[in-house]
């Protein structure tokens, strides 16, 4: 029997609730600063504090419709992309800011508390979306094919962010070739929706790690990261995979690190106003919609 989706049944409600109120809020807002407290993701067994992040309570009546952050840890590494950081790339700071921010900015039902999923779970069926970072060196068992597979086939949306350069494109490519031998990435035209269902980007967002971020005096600014392959990164790619409707599966953000966006918005006033405002939040923001709504 084919598994869906329990929040898939309730895509209307949500996508009727979808009201912008503006990345105004988060300027005004500047550094999320409020109570700490300890939240434990119960498919890690980690336990971590919300470094700041405040937190909010969910009405029971709507556990159900409750959009969750979803990161997926995979335990191979070392594939021929070479380099990077791996599955807790950004983690946990990343998860907890994109979620508190999508509470503010829409009216979406989040879950304040980020989890943990890897490809092989029971539960993986209970998260719609899925966040997976650092794909230049990953290789998936056969486990998590079959299991990436069936997800995607049935309703789910991936989300691949933060890798560079060709070296690093070609190992996922590689390896999403074996979850869907008769499936390629495509790149995804500027006049998709997803690029314009909530907010109207008017050009494909480069968000670069903050330790590479730079403005020169004439006002020019560096927006990529430098790789060990040598390849042109000057120009972010977003690419996707989709299924025989035309739904995308996987959404492929390369050479840009949304995350980092999200992650380092209280870090440095510059980079939160030039990469976190204006990119990384509206395309995160962007893609869970799309995501929530197909």
Known sequence: MKRRFVAMTKRARIRSAMIVIGLAVIVSAGVAVAQRGQWRNNQSGIDTDRRGVPSWDVDPK???????????????????????????????????????????????????????????????????????????????????????RQYCENGGFLMVDDFWGDAQYENLRLELKRVFPDRDAAEVPLSHEIFHCVYDLK??????????AYRMANGE??????????????????????????????????????????????????????????????????????????
């Not at 070392?78 to 946990?92: A, E, H, I, Q, V």
């Not at 050009?203 to 590479?212: C, D, F, G, S, W």
């Not at 992650?263 to 509206?282: L, T």
Request: with cysteine; hydrophobic share 35%; aromatic share 14%.
């Open 62 to 148: 709507f556990i159900g419709d409750t959009f969750t952050f979803a990161r997926v840890r995979y335990d191979s590494y070392g594939g021929r992309g070479r380099g990077g950081g791996g599955w807790r790339t950004d983690y946990p700071d990343s998860d907890l800011n994109f979620s508190l921010r999508l509470q503010q900015l829409t009216s979406m039902k989040v879950n304040p508390d980020p989890v943990i999923v890897e490809l092989t779970d029971d539960n993986l069926f209970d998260y719609p979306f899925l966040y997976l970072i650092e794909p230049g060196a990953l290789v998936f068992s056969e486990a998590e094919v079959a299991g990436l």
């Open 203 to 212: 050009e494909k967002p480069q968000v670069p790690a903050i330790n590479a």
């Open 221 to 294: 600014v560096g927006s990529w990261e430098r790789t060990w392959d040598g390849s042109d990164t000057r120009t972010p790619h977003y690419r996707a995979i989709t299924d025989d409707d035309d739904r995308i599966m996987v959404f492929i953000c390369h050479n840009t690190d949304l995350g980092d966006g999200w992650e380092r918005e209280g870090e440095d006033q510059w980079y939160f106003d030039e990469f976190s405002v204006k990119k990384a939040y509206p395309m995160g923001i962007n893609i869970v919609t799309y995501a929530m709504t197909h």
